[in-house]
Protein backbone atom coordinates (compact mmCIF):
# COMPACT_ATOMS: atom_id res chain seq x y z
CA UNK A 1 0.00 0.00 0.00
CA UNK A 2 1.81 3.28 -1.34
CA UNK A 3 1.98 5.40 1.51
CA UNK A 4 2.51 8.54 -0.46
CA UNK A 5 -1.40 8.54 -1.03
CA UNK A 6 -1.92 7.96 2.60
CA UNK A 7 -0.20 10.75 4.75
CA UNK A 8 -2.67 11.11 6.89
CA UNK A 9 -4.34 7.39 7.54
CA UNK A 10 -1.07 5.63 7.42
CA UNK A 11 1.26 4.39 9.84
CA UNK A 12 4.71 5.52 8.20
CA UNK A 13 6.64 8.50 10.28
CA UNK A 14 4.38 7.12 13.69
CA UNK A 15 6.59 5.68 15.85
CA UNK A 16 5.10 1.60 16.08
CA UNK A 17 2.75 0.75 18.52
CA UNK A 18 1.36 4.43 18.43
CA UNK A 19 -2.51 4.06 17.38
CA UNK A 20 -4.64 7.26 17.69
CA UNK A 21 -6.74 7.42 20.58
CA UNK A 22 -10.27 8.83 19.22
CA UNK A 23 -12.28 9.67 22.25
CA UNK A 24 -16.18 10.16 21.44
CA UNK A 25 -18.83 11.78 24.21
CA UNK A 26 -18.93 14.64 26.83
CA UNK A 27 -16.36 14.11 29.39
CA UNK A 28 -17.10 11.64 31.82
CA UNK A 29 -19.31 9.44 29.83
CA UNK A 30 -17.04 9.57 27.20
CA UNK A 31 -15.74 6.26 25.09
CA UNK A 32 -12.16 5.61 23.55
CA UNK A 33 -11.35 4.01 20.73
CA UNK A 34 -7.69 2.82 20.15
CA UNK A 35 -7.06 2.34 24.30
CA UNK A 36 -6.41 -0.16 26.27
CA UNK A 37 -9.92 -0.66 26.93
CA UNK A 38 -12.13 -2.03 24.21
CA UNK A 39 -15.01 0.24 22.80
CA UNK A 40 -18.20 -1.82 22.93
CA UNK A 41 -21.10 -0.38 21.01
CA UNK A 42 -24.28 -1.92 21.04
CA UNK A 43 -27.78 -1.19 19.81
CA UNK A 44 -30.97 -2.34 17.77
CA UNK A 45 -30.00 -2.24 13.72
CA UNK A 46 -32.65 0.81 13.39
CA UNK A 47 -34.29 2.93 15.97
CA UNK A 48 -38.09 1.40 15.79
CA UNK A 49 -39.45 3.43 19.27
CA UNK A 50 -38.91 5.63 22.05
CA UNK A 51 -39.60 2.56 24.37
CA UNK A 52 -37.76 -0.05 22.54
CA UNK A 53 -34.83 1.97 22.23
CA UNK A 54 -34.52 3.03 25.90
CA UNK A 55 -35.19 -0.62 27.03
CA UNK A 56 -32.05 -1.62 24.85
CA UNK A 57 -29.83 1.07 25.83
CA UNK A 58 -30.14 1.17 29.63
CA UNK A 59 -29.64 -3.13 29.13
CA UNK A 60 -26.81 -2.81 26.99
CA UNK A 61 -25.00 0.34 29.32
CA UNK A 62 -25.97 -2.36 32.24
CA UNK A 63 -23.95 -5.30 30.24
CA UNK A 64 -20.57 -2.73 30.08
CA UNK A 65 -21.33 -1.17 26.93
CA UNK A 66 -20.01 1.93 26.13
CA UNK A 67 -21.80 3.36 23.45
CA UNK A 68 -25.15 3.18 21.62
CA UNK A 69 -25.70 2.30 18.21
CA UNK A 70 -29.07 2.88 16.25
CA UNK A 71 -30.31 3.38 12.90
CA UNK A 72 -32.56 6.53 11.85
CA UNK A 73 -31.56 6.29 8.36
CA UNK A 74 -31.62 3.02 6.88
CA UNK A 75 -30.09 2.07 4.05
CA UNK A 76 -32.41 -1.32 2.72
CA UNK A 77 -32.08 -3.24 -0.41
CA UNK A 78 -35.71 -3.02 -0.88
CA UNK A 79 -37.33 0.40 -1.25
CA UNK A 80 -40.38 -1.20 0.86
CA UNK A 81 -38.58 -2.30 3.52
CA UNK A 82 -38.52 0.02 6.76
CA UNK A 83 -36.28 3.03 6.25
CA UNK A 84 -35.93 4.02 9.46
CA UNK A 85 -37.87 7.33 11.42
CA UNK A 86 -35.39 9.72 10.38
CA UNK A 87 -35.37 12.69 12.56
CA UNK A 88 -37.75 11.26 14.68
CA UNK A 89 -35.27 8.64 15.58
CA UNK A 90 -32.35 11.58 16.34
CA UNK A 91 -34.25 12.63 18.52
CA UNK A 92 -35.10 9.48 20.76
CA UNK A 93 -31.37 8.72 20.76
CA UNK A 94 -30.40 12.00 21.77
CA UNK A 95 -32.87 11.15 24.70
CA UNK A 96 -31.30 7.67 25.29
CA UNK A 97 -28.20 9.67 25.45
CA UNK A 98 -29.69 11.89 28.53
CA UNK A 99 -31.56 8.89 30.24
CA UNK A 100 -28.08 6.67 30.21
CA UNK A 101 -25.25 8.63 29.35
CA UNK A 102 -23.91 6.61 27.08
CA UNK A 103 -22.90 8.45 23.64
CA UNK A 104 -24.46 7.31 20.13
CA UNK A 105 -23.33 6.59 16.53
CA UNK A 106 -26.01 6.16 13.90
CA UNK A 107 -25.93 6.75 10.18
CA UNK A 108 -25.44 9.21 7.82
CA UNK A 109 -26.52 8.16 4.04
CA UNK A 110 -26.84 11.55 2.77
CA UNK A 111 -24.73 14.81 2.26
CA UNK A 112 -27.89 16.63 2.85
CA UNK A 113 -28.12 14.62 6.33
CA UNK A 114 -25.21 15.71 8.00
CA UNK A 115 -25.85 18.82 9.29
CA UNK A 116 -29.04 17.19 11.15
CA UNK A 117 -27.47 14.32 12.18
CA UNK A 118 -24.48 16.03 13.45
CA UNK A 119 -26.48 17.85 15.82
CA UNK A 120 -27.93 14.80 17.58
CA UNK A 121 -25.31 12.20 17.09
CA UNK A 122 -21.68 11.84 18.75
CA UNK A 123 -20.19 9.95 15.87
CA UNK A 124 -21.03 9.67 12.07
CA UNK A 125 -21.56 6.26 10.78
CA UNK A 126 -20.98 6.31 7.22
CA UNK A 127 -22.32 2.44 6.09
CA UNK A 128 -20.60 -0.11 3.64
CA UNK A 129 -23.05 1.18 0.68
CA UNK A 130 -21.52 4.24 1.04
CA UNK A 131 -17.74 3.63 1.90
CA UNK A 132 -16.76 5.27 -2.08
CA UNK A 133 -19.78 7.95 -1.95
CA UNK A 134 -16.86 10.58 -2.29
CA UNK A 135 -19.08 13.68 -1.56
CA UNK A 136 -20.77 11.91 1.63
CA UNK A 137 -17.24 11.32 2.96
CA UNK A 138 -15.91 15.30 2.29
CA UNK A 139 -19.09 16.05 3.82
CA UNK A 140 -18.24 14.08 6.91
CA UNK A 141 -14.87 15.34 7.45
CA UNK A 142 -16.17 18.41 7.08
CA UNK A 143 -18.43 17.96 10.09
CA UNK A 144 -16.09 17.82 12.88
CA UNK A 145 -17.51 15.01 14.40
CA UNK A 146 -16.22 11.24 14.82
CA UNK A 147 -16.70 9.11 11.86
CA UNK A 148 -17.54 5.60 12.05
CA UNK A 149 -16.43 4.48 8.48
CA UNK A 150 -17.51 0.69 7.80
CA UNK A 151 -15.38 -1.30 5.09
CA UNK A 152 -17.65 -1.57 1.74
CA UNK A 153 -19.46 -5.14 1.01
CA UNK A 154 -16.51 -5.37 -2.15
CA UNK A 155 -14.03 -3.05 -0.97
CA UNK A 156 -10.28 -4.12 -0.65
CA UNK A 157 -8.51 -2.73 2.84
CA UNK A 158 -6.82 -0.24 0.72
CA UNK A 159 -9.76 1.29 -0.83
CA UNK A 160 -10.94 1.55 2.99
CA UNK A 161 -7.99 3.35 3.69
CA UNK A 162 -8.16 5.32 0.70
CA UNK A 163 -11.74 6.44 2.27
CA UNK A 164 -10.71 7.47 5.65
CA UNK A 165 -8.21 9.68 3.66
CA UNK A 166 -11.25 10.96 2.11
CA UNK A 167 -12.76 12.00 5.89
CA UNK A 168 -9.58 13.34 7.04
CA UNK A 169 -8.24 15.68 4.13
CA UNK A 170 -11.62 17.26 4.30
CA UNK A 171 -9.92 17.68 7.92
CA UNK A 172 -11.13 15.55 10.33
CA UNK A 173 -9.06 13.20 11.79
CA UNK A 174 -11.04 11.83 14.10
CA UNK A 175 -11.88 8.23 12.08
CA UNK A 176 -12.57 4.69 13.30
CA UNK A 177 -12.56 1.67 10.75
CA UNK A 178 -14.73 -0.55 11.03
CA UNK A 179 -14.82 -4.55 9.33
CA UNK A 180 -17.91 -5.81 8.50
CA UNK A 181 -17.85 -8.56 6.34
CA UNK A 182 -17.18 -8.86 2.63
CA UNK A 183 -19.26 -10.38 -0.15
CA UNK A 184 -17.22 -13.85 -1.05
CA UNK A 185 -18.76 -16.77 -2.71
CA UNK A 186 -20.00 -17.91 0.55
CA UNK A 187 -23.55 -18.54 1.22
CA UNK A 188 -23.73 -20.00 4.56
CA UNK A 189 -23.22 -16.47 6.35
CA UNK A 190 -24.44 -13.20 5.26
CA UNK A 191 -20.70 -11.78 4.64
CA UNK A 192 -17.32 -13.14 5.18
CA UNK A 193 -15.80 -11.92 8.01
CA UNK A 194 -12.26 -10.84 7.01
CA UNK A 195 -10.20 -11.17 10.97
CA UNK A 196 -6.62 -10.68 8.36
CA UNK A 197 -8.16 -7.45 7.70
CA UNK A 198 -7.77 -6.22 11.60
CA UNK A 199 -3.75 -7.21 11.73
CA UNK A 200 -3.83 -5.85 8.07
CA UNK A 201 -5.55 -2.53 9.42
CA UNK A 202 -3.35 -2.17 12.72
CA UNK A 203 -0.38 -2.48 10.39
CA UNK A 204 -0.54 -0.27 7.69
CA UNK A 205 -2.71 2.85 10.16
CA UNK A 206 -2.96 4.09 12.88
CA UNK A 207 -6.90 4.92 12.85
CA UNK A 208 -8.63 2.67 15.47
CA UNK A 209 -10.08 -0.82 14.13
CA UNK A 210 -13.11 -2.10 14.87
CA UNK A 211 -15.38 -5.52 13.97
CA UNK A 212 -19.07 -5.70 13.60
CA UNK A 213 -19.69 -9.25 13.70
CA UNK A 214 -23.47 -8.72 13.48
CA UNK A 215 -23.79 -8.49 9.46
CA UNK A 216 -20.78 -10.07 9.11
CA UNK A 217 -22.55 -13.55 10.21
CA UNK A 218 -25.73 -12.25 9.51
CA UNK A 219 -27.23 -14.30 12.38
CA UNK A 220 -27.63 -14.12 15.75
CA UNK A 221 -25.58 -18.03 16.63
CA UNK A 222 -22.47 -16.88 14.86
CA UNK A 223 -22.12 -13.27 16.81
CA UNK A 224 -20.23 -14.57 19.58
CA UNK A 225 -17.33 -16.73 17.98
CA UNK A 226 -16.67 -13.67 15.07
CA UNK A 227 -16.69 -11.24 18.06
CA UNK A 228 -14.40 -13.75 19.74
CA UNK A 229 -12.37 -13.79 17.00
CA UNK A 230 -12.14 -10.33 16.22
CA UNK A 231 -10.95 -9.46 20.05
CA UNK A 232 -8.50 -12.36 19.60
CA UNK A 233 -7.18 -10.72 16.17
CA UNK A 234 -6.75 -7.63 17.67
CA UNK A 235 -9.47 -5.47 17.11
CA UNK A 236 -10.39 -1.95 19.08
CA UNK A 237 -13.91 -2.98 19.68
CA UNK A 238 -17.02 -4.62 18.36
CA UNK A 239 -20.62 -2.90 17.32
CA UNK A 240 -23.70 -5.41 18.13
CA UNK A 241 -26.77 -5.21 17.43
CA UNK A 242 -29.40 -5.85 20.06
CA UNK A 243 -32.78 -5.85 19.99
CA UNK A 244 -35.55 -6.85 23.31
CA UNK A 245 -37.41 -8.93 20.89
CA UNK A 246 -35.34 -9.89 17.92
CA UNK A 247 -38.14 -11.89 16.41
CA UNK A 248 -40.03 -8.54 16.25
CA UNK A 249 -37.47 -5.89 14.69
CA UNK A 250 -38.31 -4.22 11.71
CA UNK A 251 -34.38 -4.95 10.57
CA UNK A 252 -31.82 -7.42 11.51
CA UNK A 253 -33.68 -9.68 13.95
CA UNK A 254 -32.18 -12.52 12.51
CA UNK A 255 -28.75 -11.55 13.97
CA UNK A 256 -29.78 -9.38 16.96
CA UNK A 257 -28.74 -10.64 19.92
CA UNK A 258 -31.17 -9.90 23.17
CA UNK A 259 -29.79 -8.09 25.86
CA UNK A 260 -29.78 -11.26 27.91
CA UNK A 261 -27.35 -13.09 25.04
CA UNK A 262 -25.16 -9.39 25.06
CA UNK A 263 -24.53 -9.43 28.49
CA UNK A 264 -23.57 -13.13 28.64
CA UNK A 265 -21.30 -12.22 25.59
CA UNK A 266 -19.51 -9.01 27.17
CA UNK A 267 -18.56 -11.71 30.15
CA UNK A 268 -17.28 -14.41 28.31
CA UNK A 269 -15.40 -12.09 26.03
CA UNK A 270 -13.65 -9.95 29.18
CA UNK A 271 -11.11 -13.64 29.59
CA UNK A 272 -10.05 -13.33 25.96
CA UNK A 273 -9.56 -9.33 26.24
CA UNK A 274 -7.35 -10.21 28.99
CA UNK A 275 -5.33 -12.61 27.47
CA UNK A 276 -4.70 -10.20 24.71
CA UNK A 277 -3.55 -7.77 27.09
CA UNK A 278 -6.99 -5.92 26.59
CA UNK A 279 -9.30 -5.16 28.82
CA UNK A 280 -13.18 -5.18 29.29
CA UNK A 281 -15.22 -3.22 31.58
CA UNK A 282 -17.56 -5.59 33.36
CA UNK A 283 -19.99 -2.89 35.26
CA UNK A 284 -19.29 -3.52 39.12
CA UNK A 285 -15.95 -4.57 38.28
CA UNK A 286 -12.87 -1.94 38.47
CA UNK A 287 -11.59 -1.05 35.70
CA UNK A 288 -7.89 -0.99 36.06
CA UNK A 289 -5.35 -1.79 38.72
CA UNK A 290 -4.62 1.77 40.09
CA UNK A 291 -8.92 2.07 40.47
CA UNK A 292 -8.18 -1.53 42.49
CA UNK A 293 -6.02 0.44 44.95
CA UNK A 294 -7.45 3.31 45.17
C1 LIG B 1 -25.91 -1.15 10.07
O1 LIG B 1 -24.97 -0.91 10.83
O2 LIG B 1 -27.09 -1.34 10.45
C2 LIG B 1 -25.61 -1.29 8.62
C3 LIG B 1 -26.54 -1.07 7.70
O3 LIG B 1 -24.35 -1.69 8.41
P1 LIG B 1 -23.54 -1.89 7.03
O4 LIG B 1 -23.45 -0.54 6.42
O5 LIG B 1 -22.22 -2.43 7.50
O6 LIG B 1 -24.31 -2.88 6.21
MN1 LIG C 1 -28.31 -3.70 10.63
Do not use: W
Not at 46 to 71: C, F, I, Y
Not at 120 to 129: C, I, N, P, S, T
Not at 243 to 251: E, G
Request: glycine content about 8%; proline content about 6%.
Amino acid sequence: MSSLQLPLASRTGRAPHTPSEIVVGAAGAAVTFGGRELALVAGPCSVESRDMLLETARAVRAAGAGMLRGGAYKPRTSPYAFTGLGEAALEILAEARAATGLPVVTEVMDTRQVDLVARHADMLQVGARNMQNFALLAEVGRAGVPVLLKRGIAATVSELLHAAEHVMAAGNARVVLCERGIRTFETATRNTLDVAAIPVLKRETHLPVIVDPSHAGGRAHLVAPLAAAAVAAGADGLIIEVHPSPADALSDGEQSLTTAAFAALVRRLAPIAAACDRVIALPGVPRRREELCA
